[in-house]
């Protein structure tokens, strides 16, 4: 720390995305349905809900802030209480 530089780690879980859809898309055709892999999709995840960009986001932005400034060499999970 003596050169100012913090390193931290950003861990998301599961986050909607056009990859994550195409995946939910390809379950979708061996179980029958989109609506039926999106709904085990999200039913296995402990929040009942994949994680927003917007949240994953967030957490980078607090990182990169003056807030975080006593933050360093932390593993940052953010995946809806799957690691948990």
Known sequence: MAKGIRAN????????SPSWHDRVRELGETMGSYEEALKAF???????????PEEIAALAVYLASDESAFVTGQEMIIDGGWAG
């Open 42 to 52: 999200t039913e296995r995840q402990p929040m009942g809900r994949v994680g927003q």
């Open 9 to 16: 780690a950003i861990c998301p879980g599961t986050v909607e």
